[in-house]
C-alpha cells in the first residue's frame, strides 16, 4: 500500500512526459529533413533516456523523501 | 561562430490551410515561444491546400550534432516535447492533423516546401485515414507484488497467532505460498483484462500500435505489462471510453489507465511502414 502512494507522483495538470515520448518519438510521419537522426540513432537516444528518467527520478525520490523508499529491502 | 548562421525550419505537423486555421495559429507560439506559421506549396491549387505547420528554431541548438546531444537532455527534450505537442493540439482542436515525429528539421521554408510537395499524395491518403478519427492510450499495470519477508522486526509467528506451533520455516513456506497465489490470480486478471480489451478494440477501434511497456521510474513500482494505442472513430469515442473504464472496474486487482484523446501520433504512418511499434491488424 504504502509503495502506492510513494508512486502517485505525476497528478495529471500535464500529459505525462513518458506517454508523450512514446509518440513523439516512436509515432508521428517520419520524413528525410535535411537534419536527420536515423530511427536506429533514436532508438539508441530512447533507451538512454530510458536510462535517464530512471536516474533522475530516484535521485528526486531519495534527495526529497526519505519515506519514499518503500522497497530498498 | 555559428550564431551566425540562418534559422531551421522546424515542422510540428501537416493540416490543411484555412483561414480560420490561419488565425488560430496566430496566436500560437512553438519551440522557443517563436511565431508559428503554415507553409504551403504554390502548385497545390486547392482551396485547403495542405500545409506543413512550421516554426524557425536556432540553428546552433538544431543542427545535427547539436540535436544529438540534446536528445540526452531530458529538460531540453522535455521542453520540446511539449511545444511540439502543443502546437499539434491546437491544429487538432481546430481540424484533422498529421504529427509529424519530433525533430523534423529542414535547413530553410524553400527546402520544407519542397518536401512537402514531393509527399503530398502520402500525406493526403493519411490524412483521410486519420480524418474524424482520435487515438487513446490504453496501459495495463500489475501491481509491485508484496515484499517475501515479514516487515523487519515482526516475529515469525504473528503471521498466524491461533498456531503458534508453527515452525518459522513452516510459516515461510506458507507466506510464500499465498504470496504465490495473490501473483497468480493478479496475472490472471491481466490476462483477461487483455483478452476484454482485445474485444473492445474490436469492437470500436479501426487500428491498434502496441508501444514497448514503459519501464523505470516513471511508472512507478507498478509494472507495465501492456500500452496500446487505439485509433477510434470519433462517433465511438464515448463508447469506447465507457467501455474500457467498465473492464477497469471489472478487474480491481490490476490498473487500467486510459490517456488521451491524443492527435493521431501512432497512426500518423500506414502500417506497413510503420517504424517501432508493432500495429495490429487495421479492421476496414
Partial sequence: ?73 | MSTGREPLTYVYAVARRTDRLAVLLAGLRGIDRAPVTLLTEASDSSPAPLAFVTSHVPHEAFNESALRAHFEDLEWLESVARAHHEVVQAVAAEQTVLPLRMATVYQDDDRARQALGEQRSTFARRMAAVDAHTEYGVKIYLPPPAPAEPPAGAPAAEADPAAPTASPGKAYLQRRRVQHRARERTYEQAQRAAATLDAIAARYAVGRVRHAPQSGALTGPQENVLNDAYLVPDEEARDFRAAVAQAAGDFPEIRIEITGPWAPYSFAMPPAESSAPTEGERAP
Avoid at chain 1, 9 to 31: E, K, M, N, T
Avoid at chain 1, 46 to 56: D, K, M, Q, T
Fill in chain 1, 1 to 73: 500500500m504504502s509503495l502506492t502512494d510513494y508512486d502517485e507522483p505525476l497528478p495529471g495538470r500535464q500529459v505525462a512526459l513518458v506517454d508523450l515520448l512514446d509518440r513523439l518519438l516512436s509515432g508521428g510521419v517520419v520524413i528525410a529533413g535535411d537534419i536527420v537522426l536515423s530511427i536506429a540513432d533514436i532508438d539508441l537516444v530512447r533507451i538512454s533516456l530510458r536510462a535517464l528518467i530512471v536516474s533522475v527520478r530516484s535521485e528526486t525520490a531519495s534527495g526529497t523523501a526519505q519515506d519514499g523508499a518503500g522497497h530498498d529491502r
